[in-house]
């Protein structure tokens, strides 16, 4: 990129002022999102400013409201809250206060909002856009300001993001800070359930969600919990007597333990309130169960965001300030969301407008249609939990078997995906087969048939509990056939990383030599890397990007007190720089060198040179990402040699390798929940499949469309067949030929603040909200 390109970039916010604000309840990951639109802003070339204490500081002026410059977010992304505060604000709402507040904004020349909070945040702001012009010819009318001054600045314009963890707000699959909380639950009840272990008790746990039951949903699906209550469903008459049978059925099949979770907000259908406190007491008489309860409280608002909230924000908040560039008071209020892997724009007032639908429909006790207001992806959770939950094995024997395996290195989430699967087959009356240790394991004939007890509690364990390895079929493929044969085998279901796809593929492409290939496959992807053709998302990417960025956290925080210090970080990934990018935008890393992307020397120099300038003012460390892979030649060995040469007298270097600390580990909530229901899709589709290819006793599946991987493309849970991918495939590099995140690229370096084509930005596309849009199946 040319010098003279950049200033045309910069040129596009000259003269144009922005202020960020969060407002409501804090939330993890708006500091990543003020970072974000600050630094893109100040990127852009406008001037930026920080309003502390949200709305009540916008209100006060003076010292709450700051220019800010690229240092004064430096070191943020990884903190809890909100660095530049939120308070409630009576104030604001009543026109005097926004008239204080309009004139706090116009006396700097700002006409650029963004607000990051919940949808009463938004709305505030809404309506302070629409008096906008008033309030200036009022000021101008008091001789607060000349007429020349309203004249100039007579448009506001205004872009929210959705700080909420409850993830109550329509139109986003998402909100900031969502799964942040997630997190903190799920570790809660992951040391919950050692301790109800140990003493067989009961634990009532008791999280957030006055009016929204989405974070209780998630964390029952994550945690196999026995009974959950939600605002939106409120349990049949009698529930009483149901949950009891349940809780004492689960005790005598061997279970030590019962977990229950409500939301805050649960009511029976009278919209009489369930507390924790009656659900303890209920099983304490009726059991005489040991049973506790745990109120999470704030906690779950506490500790630092997440890989995922950390990325969103960061995405959202770039977004949010080229929206405000592009603005003309023509354009709406928008608000910035997430749609499948897509940031999009939606119109504020519309998704507000259906939020609130969904609150008058519970008040309305149409809770049905709460639950379908609420979204393809919340319906699917609320689902999936009651299909899990309630089914138990078949009485009678279907026709059909299915063999599960595991193939490649662990990804957490494998388990998760193994125990839902087989449930949901048991239900059908499938005879359901484990495979160890993969395809391996299946040449082997290490197969045996799985019961219902097997897989309790396998939902929150980490790596893989069959047991995998990266055979390939090609290496046993006559010994695969045998034990097809033997065991009468007729789908198979087969978890893993670029090895169970290409496994399959190679079982497909011998199906014309064997009768017994001629079976259902479905291939759910599941490694670290990410690099599965046919999805967006891997099982256990998350979890991986989450334990390298808790790393890199603890790196950077190692270097607190020491000055001018970088570090060197390489990561696994193979030939696929998914990891190493993702965690880099999630640490605010400096740089982060992948295959997809050559580097030469040059770009290397150029990386030292920008870290030389940053030690010479306030900033005063750095970190750098090297993909395991990412080049033959400029090795991690090499990069810090360089880097310690070149910085020698400004800054001395130390390099990590992460190595398989990645793959280990507890499941990140996102991972338990997507390999739950991915587990329940597979088995749904194998067994319509299995239905549609059976003859004369047999299943006879030559189809391409009878082998296929499951992946979410775009916004949609998609099966497609391997033969199709394999042009899209990079088999000798193992990854797809292309890969959707690459666009993190581009942000990741203007958020480190290097030149870079501008061009290459692709901006969040214009949705509108409806009950269609709302019943996108994300699957998630």
């Given at each position: 990129?040319?010098?003279?390109?950049?200033?045309?970039?910069?040129?596009?916010?000259?003269?144009?002022?922005?202020?960020?604000?969060?407002?409501?309840?804090?939330?993890?990951?708006?500091?990543?999102?003020?970072?974000?639109?600050?630094?893109?802003?100040?990127?852009?070339?406008?001037?930026?400013?920080?309003?502390?204490?949200?709305?009540?500081?916008?209100?006060?002026?003076?010292?709450?409201?700051?220019?800010?410059?690229?240092?004064?977010?430096?070191?943020?992304?990884?903190?809890?809250?909100?660095?530049?505060?939120?308070?409630?604000?009576?104030?604001?709402?009543?026109?005097?206060?926004?008239?204080?507040?309009?004139?706090?904004?116009?006396?700097?020349?700002?006409?650029?909002?963004?607000?990051?909070?919940?949808?009463?945040?938004?709305?505030?702001?809404n309506i302070f856009r629409t008096e906008w012009r008033d309030l200036l010819a009022e000021l101008a009318k008091n001789g607060r300001i000349t007429e020349?001054?309203?004249?100039?600045?007579?448009?506001?314009?205004?872009?929210?993001?959705?700080?909420?963890?409850?993830?109550?707000?329509?139109?986003?699959?998402?909100?900031?800070?969502?799964?942040?909380?997630?997190?903190?639950?799920?570790?809660?009840?992951?040391?919950?359930?050692?301790?109800?272990?140990?003493?067989?008790?009961?634990?009532?746990?008791?999280?957030?969600?006055?009016?929204?039951?989405?974070?209780?949903?998630?964390?029952?699906?994550?945690?196999?919990?026995?009974?959950?209550?939600?605002?939106?469903?409120?349990?049949?008459?009698?529930?009483?007597?149901?949950?009891?049978?349940?809780?004492?059925?689960?005790?005598?099949?061997?279970?030590?333990?019962?977990?229950?979770?409500?939301?805050?907000?649960?009511?029976?259908?009278?919209?009489?309130?369930?507390?924790?406190?009656?659900?303890?007491?209920?099983?304490?008489?009726?059991?005489?169960?040991?049973?506790?309860?745990?109120?999470?409280?704030?906690?779950?608002?506490?500790?630092?965001?997440?890989?995922?909230?950390?990325?969103?924000?960061?995405?959202?908040?770039?977004?949010?300030?080229?929206?405000?560039?592009?603005?003309?008071?023509?354009?709406?209020?928008?608000?910035?969301?997430?749609?499948?892997?897509?940031?999009?724009?939606?119109?504020?007032?519309?998704?507000?407008?259906?939020?609130?639908?969904?609150?008058?429909?519970?008040?309305?006790?149409?809770?049905?249609?709460?639950?379908?207001?609420?979204?393809?992806?919340?319906?699917?959770?609320?689902?999936?939990?009651?299909?899990?939950?309630?089914?138990?094995?078949?009485?009678?024997?279907?026709?059909?078997?299915?063999?599960?395996?595991?193939?490649?290195?662990?990804?957490?989430?494998?388990?998760?995906?193994?125990?839902?699967?087989?449930?949901?087959?048991?239900?059908?009356?499938?005879?359901?087969?484990?495979?160890?240790?993969?395809?391996?394991?299946?040449?082997?004939?290490?197969?045996?048939?799985?019961?219902?007890?097997?897989?309790?509690?396998?939902?929150?364990?980490?790596?893989?509990?069959?047991?995998?390895?990266?055979?390939?079929?090609?290496?046993?493929?006559?010994?695969?056939?045998?034990?097809?044969?033997?065991?009468?085998?007729?789908?198979?279901?087969?978890?893993?990383?670029?090895?169970?796809?290409?496994?399959?593929?190679?079982?497909?492409?011998?199906?014309?030599?064997?009768?017994?290939?001629?079976?259902?496959?479905?291939?759910?992807?599941?490694?670290?890397?990410?690099?599965?053709?046919?999805?967006?998302?891997?099982?256990?990417?998350?979890?991986?990007?989450?334990?390298?960025?808790?790393?890199?956290?603890?790196?950077?925080?190692?270097?607190?007190?020491?000055?001018?210090?970088?570090?060197?970080?390489?990561?696994?990934?193979?030939?696929?720089?998914?990891?190493?990018?993702?965690?880099?935008?999630?640490?605010?890393?400096?740089?982060?060198?992948?295959?997809?992307?050559?580097?030469?020397?040059?770009?290397?120099?150029?990386?030292?040179?920008?870290?030389?300038?940053?030690?010479?003012?306030?900033?005063?460390?750095?970190?750098?990402?090297?993909?395991?892979?990412?080049?033959?030649?400029?090795?991690?060995?090499?990069?810090?040699?360089?880097?310690?040469?070149?910085?020698?007298?400004?800054?001395?270097?130390?390099?990590?390798?992460?190595?398989?600390?990645?793959?280990?580990?507890?499941?990140?909530?996102?991972?338990?929940?997507?390999?739950?229901?991915?587990?329940?899709?597979?088995?749904?589709?194998?067994?319509?499949?299995?239905?549609?290819?059976?003859?004369?006793?047999?299943?006879f599946a030559n189809s391409p469309d009878t082998a296929c991987v499951l992946g979410m493309i775009r916004k949609v849970m998609t099966f497609s067949p391997?033969?199709?991918?394999?042009?899209?495939?990079?088999?000798?590099?193992?990854?797809?030929?292309?890969?959707?995140?690459?666009?993190?690229?581009?942000?990741?370096?203007?958020?480190?603040?290097?030149?870079?084509?501008?061009?290459?930005?692709?901006?969040?596309?214009?949705?509108?909200?409806?009950?269609?849009?709302?019943?996108?199946?994300?699957?998630?």
């Amino acid at each position: 990129m040319t010098s003279l390109d950049f200033e045309k970039l910069r040129m596009t916010g000259a003269g144009k002022a922005i202020a960020v604000l969060t407002s409501g309840g804090d939330a993890q990951g708006m500091n990543a999102a003020v970072r974000a639109v600050t630094r893109m802003g100040i990127y852009v070339g406008a001037k930026m400013y920080l309003i502390h204490e949200g709305y009540q500081g916008l209100v006060d002026g003076g010292e709450n409201i700051k220019l800010a410059h690229w240092q004064s977010v430096s070191n943020i992304i990884q903190l809890g809250g909100t660095v530049i505060g939120s308070a409630r604000c009576k104030a604001f709402t009543t026109r005097e206060g926004r008239l204080e507040a309009a004139f706090n904004l116009v006396k700097r020349g700002i006409t650029n909002l963004c607000v990051c909070g919940g949808d009463g945040s938004l709305t505030g702001a809404n309506i302070f856009r629409t008096e906008w012009r008033d309030l200036l010819a009022e000021l101008a009318k008091n001789g607060r300001i000349t007429e020349a001054v309203a004249q100039k600045h007579g448009h506001l314009n205004i872009v929210g993001l959705v700080g909420s963890i409850d993830n109550d707000f329509c139109g986003t699959d998402m909100t900031i800070g969502a799964d942040s909380a997630l997190h903190r639950i799920v570790e809660i009840t992951d040391a919950i359930t050692t301790t109800a272990q140990s003493h067989q008790r009961t634990f009532v746990l008791e999280v957030m969600g006055r009016h929204c039951g989405y974070l209780a949903v998630v964390s029952a699906l994550a945690s196999g919990a026995d009974w959950v209550f939600i605002p939106e469903a409120p349990p049949e008459e009698g529930w009483e007597d149901v949950m009891c049978a349940r809780l004492g059925e689960s005790r005598s099949t061997g279970s030590r333990l019962n977990i229950v979770i409500i939301a805050e907000g649960a009511i029976d259908k009278q919209g009489n309130l369930i507390t924790s406190g009656y659900v303890k007491d209920l099983v304490v008489q009726r059991l005489g169960y040991d049973t506790r309860v745990t109120v999470l409280g704030h906690v779950q608002r506490g500790g630092m965001p997440s890989a995922f909230d950390r990325v969103l924000s960061s995405r959202l908040g770039v977004e949010a300030v080229m929206a405000l560039l592009e603005a003309t008071p023509e354009t709406p209020a928008c608000v910035i969301g997430l749609s499948g892997n897509q940031a999009v724009r939606l119109p504020l007032m519309e998704c507000v407008h259906m939020t609130k639908e969904v609150q008058r429909a519970m008040n309305e006790k149409r809770f049905e249609e709460a639950i379908q207001l609420r979204g393809r992806s919340f319906e699917n959770n609320w689902n999936t939990y009651k299909l899990l939950a309630y089914q138990k094995p078949a009485q009678s024997q279907s026709n059909f078997s299915m063999a599960i395996l595991n193939v490649g290195a662990p990804a957490a989430g494998m388990n998760a995906a193994v125990r839902s699967a087989v449930r949901v087959a048991l239900a059908q009356g499938h005879k359901v087969y484990g495979v160890s240790d993969g395809f391996e394991g299946l040449a082997k004939q290490m197969v045996s048939e799985v019961d219902w007890d097997l897989v309790r509690g396998w939902t929150g364990q980490g790596g893989s509990l069959l047991g995998t390895k990266r055979t390939l079929p090609e290496s046993c493929l006559e010994e695969i056939v045998e034990s097809i044969r033997k065991f009468d085998i007729q789908s198979l279901l087969v978890i893993g990383g670029f090895e169970a796809y290409e496994g399959v593929l190679q079982l497909v492409e011998a199906r014309g030599r064997y009768r017994e290939l001629c079976i259902v496959m479905c291939v759910v992807p599941a490694t670290i890397s990410n690099n599965v053709p046919g999805t967006a998302f891997s099982l256990g990417a998350d979890t991986a990007v989450n334990a390298a960025m808790e790393s890199c956290d603890k790196i950077k925080q190692s270097a607190s007190g020491t000055k001018r210090r970088v570090f060197v970080v390489e990561t696994m990934g193979g030939y696929c720089g998914y990891l190493a990018t993702t965690t880099g935008l999630a640490v605010g890393a400096d740089a982060a060198y992948i295959f997809e992307e050559p580097f030469n020397i040059n770009d290397l120099k150029t990386n030292v040179e920008h870290l030389t300038e940053k030690m010479k003012k306030d900033i005063q460390r750095g970190l750098v990402l090297r993909n395991e892979k990412s080049s033959q030649h400029y090795t991690t060995d090499f990069i810090h040699s360089l880097y310690s040469a070149e910085g020698k007298g400004v800054f001395d270097c130390r390099v990590n390798v992460l190595g398989h600390l990645q793959q280990g580990g507890a499941p990140t909530p996102f991972d338990r929940n997507f390999g739950t229901k991915v587990g329940v899709k597979s088995v749904f589709w194998i067994t319509e499949k299995m239905a549609e290819t059976f003859r004369n006793g047999h299943v006879f599946a030559n189809s391409p469309d009878t082998a296929c991987v499951l992946g979410m493309i775009r916004k949609v849970m998609t099966f497609s067949p391997v033969t199709e991918l394999k042009d899209q495939t990079d088999f000798k590099h193992r990854m797809p030929k292309e890969q959707w995140w690459l666009n993190f690229r581009l942000m990741l370096k203007m958020l480190a603040k290097y030149q870079t084509c501008f061009s290459e930005y692709v901006p969040g596309e214009v949705e509108h909200v409806t009950r269609r849009t709302l019943s996108i199946d994300t699957g998630i």
